[in-house]
């Protein structure tokens, strides 16, 4: 059984002191709450944040997540994070190819390939990303992009290595702006990714895969996504940073 999971992408925000009061505040929410077996909710920090919040939380309730990590193992790349070094933090996952990467910072297809090997060679499980932007959605290209995008990131890619990977369907139009994909129009794009990984890899992994959805998540929209049967879960930026909405959200799986 896949599992589903709600993770938070802090993206650039909070102070340490304010993302430790988030962590301790969703912490205090899970010691109490009876999440079911298979459930998993994630943080996705900043890099200077991940040793306060891995120690303020329960990392059984709540996993840690970085929002990126280094192409390159380690030497001369100053101003880089390695795998590794988020590894030896107690960080199990890492958002990986996130749009505003590969629109601000340069992650290509092929940066991210080997940013998934880092991962994958360090042991952190990569949250994968990948999603159209308006102008190809509106040219009928977004199936096209996200095949493109996920074979080229997955080329190559074992399937021991891709069964630690979680998928994230964002839409870049839907990134931010309040305007959420529709169950439907999600649903089309999932049962399409998982129909993908059944190509690359095969039926029973794909079955297997998590796949998110992310895009202007929220209280009131994540209970009727969530209800869609290939998606598993959401990647959520804006509404996890504030405890009541990310808790809402966490219910709502
Ligand atoms: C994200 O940052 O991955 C995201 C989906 O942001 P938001 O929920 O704010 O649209």
């Known amino acids: 059984m896949r ?5 938070g992408n802090w993206k650039m925000n909070t102070l340490v002191s304010q993302g430790k009061a988030l962590a301790e505040e969703l912490n205090a929410f899970m010691k ?4 079911p077996e298979g459930k998993l909710v994630i ?4 890099f200077t944040h991940l040793s306060t919040c891995v120690e303020a939380v329960d990392t059984k309730k709540i996993h840690v997540a970085a929002q990126n990590c280094s192409q390159f193992e380690k030497g001369a790349y100053t101003g880089e994070v390695a795998a ?5 933090l107690g960080v199990e996952y890492t958002i990986i190819g996130h749009s505003e990467r590969r629109q601000y910072f340069g992650d290509t297809d092929e940066v991210i390939a ?3 090997a880092q991962c994958y060679a360090n042991g952190l499980s990569p949250i994968l990303c990948c999603g159209e932007k308006l102008e190809e959605r509106e040219a009928g290209k977004h199936f096209e992009v996200i095949e493109s995008q996920l074979r080229n990131a997955l080329k190559d890619v074992s399937a021991e290595n891709f069964k630690n990977t979680v998928v994230a369907y964002e839409p870049v139009w839907a990134i931010g702006t309040g305007k959420t994909a529709t169950p439907d129009q999600a649903e089309e794009i999932h049962a399409f990714i998982r129909g993908l990984i059944a190509k690359l890899y095969d039926a029973k992994i794909a079955d297997d895969t998590t796949i998110l959805y992310g895009g202007s998540v929220n209280a009131g929209n994540a209970a009727n996504l969530f209800a869609q049967p290939d998606i598993d879960g959401g990647l959520v930026g804006g509404a996890s940073l504030k405890a009541n909405d990310f808790i809402s959200i966490i219910k709502a799986i």
């Open 3 to 7: 599992k589903k999971i709600v993770a």
């Open 32 to 35: 109490t709450y009876d999440m």
């Open 43 to 46: 943080i996705g920090t900043p």
């Open 84 to 88: 590794n070094m988020i590894k030896d």
């Open 114 to 116: 080997t940013k998934l």
